[in-house]
């Protein structure tokens, strides 16, 4: 791609790993060197450069035909499989007995590079470590995106507002569970907030009492992994007609600007047919890539890293490998 003085981009919007945003938006051109805003980051990686904007959108670009990241742009992180909420199509499995991760264990940490950005599960934000695990991430430059879900996050308010502020976070994700106005108002309040909602999970009825309150909306694919498994089994029908109401809704979500911007995890890019909506040329120059090429997962609980939290069969240990190393060898199953 040719630099130009000023070109349209999709803004992609990275508060979940390979989260594609399907909104056009005029990026002033910038160079790595040429830092004149302070709500622009721009980096290199491999062969392009990367440029984070403080709403959380993200732009490449790059004089060659294939872009070589030399390590992630961002990672799935699993910190603890503890969570009280129970939702029976946890793909984690997460309960409220479950694990924390001993973060501060892992060498991996003090070998992320500057800007890369952490997805990871808050669940119910009582991990011990969770405070001191933030402040490395953020003496390290790296964008901290933290999911909670709706009740955990009306449960901790204060605490949710005091790591903003000290932008220990730097994205919020909230799994959606039901239209609550006190937790509407409460959740606009945030900046750089995206709605979550999973394909088979959200109905329409809720999608239309979301519209046009100008917020962002993040749809995930249904996992078929973990609980996720047996309630499909025992809700098939739910799940099938939910799945096939947003599959129709999805043109006018999109072409009618319900949201203020909507993104896809992958799992919902192939479930929900987000192409057809997507020119060839356009689709070739603005998807985020497959899970592996510029991200994948770690799991801090279990010890191991994998192409992305679905992959059941190819995980590898942690142990003592660096950031780049994992990412090598992830690049390598590609
Ligand atoms: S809130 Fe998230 S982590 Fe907790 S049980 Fe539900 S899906 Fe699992």
């Keep these: 791609m040719q630099a130009k003085e000023r070109f349209f981009y999709i803004f992609f919007e990275k508060n979940s790993t390979n989260a594609c945003q399907f909104k056009k938006k005029t990026v002033p051109l910038q160079h790595e060197n040429q830092k004149t805003r302070t709500d622009m980051h721009f980096y290199k990686n491999g062969n392009y450069v990367v440029c984070i904007e403080d709403d959380g959108s993200k732009t490449r670009r790059c004089d060659d035909a294939i872009l070589m990241p030399y390590f992630p742009e961002s990672i799935d992180v699993n910190i603890t499989q503890k969570c009280s909420i129970g939702c029976p199509y946890c793909y984690s499995n997460c309960t409220p007995n479950g694990r924390h991760a001993d973060l501060m264990s892992y060498k991996f940490l003090d070998t992320l590079h500057k800007y890369t ?6 669940n119910d934000l009582d991990h011990p470590q969770l405070m001191e695990f933030l402040y490395k991430l953020q003496e390290r430059g790296i964008f901290a995106n933290m999911t909670v879900s709706q009740k955990q996050f009306m449960d901790n308010l204060d605490k949710i507002h005091g790591l903003a502020h000290k932008r ?3 994205g919020l994700g909230v799994s959606f569970k039901e239209y609550d106005i006190d937790f509407l ?31 962002k909306l993040l749809i995930l694919g249904y996992k078929d992994v973990g609980r996720g498994v047996k309630y499909n089994e025992d809700n098939q029908d739910n799940v099938y007609v939910y799945k096939n109401c947003l599959f129709l809704l999805l043109n006018r979500i999109l072409k009618q600007g319900m949201f203020k911007a909507v993104a896809f995890d992958n799992l919902a890019v192939e479930q ?26 770690i799991d801090m609980v279990e010890g ?12 590898y240990p942690i142990g003592d490998k660096t950031v780049d190393e994992m990412f090598d060898i992830i690049r390598k199953e590609l």
């Design 117 to 122: 950005e952490i997805a990871f599960n808050g």
């Design 168 to 170: 220990l976070i730097y």
């Design 185 to 215: 108002r409460e959740f606009m309040k945030f900046n750089n907030g995206v709605l979550h909602v999973i394909n088979g999970i959200i109905n329409t009825t809720d999608l239309y009492l979301l519209s046009g309150l100008g917020l």
């Design 304 to 315: 191991t890293f994998a192409k992305n939290s679905m992959e059941q069969d190819k995980k």
């Design 272 to 297: 929900l047919c987000v192409k057809r909506f997507i020119p060839v040329d356009e689709w070739d120059k603005f998807y985020m890539g497959n899970d592996g090429e510029f991200t994948f997962y």
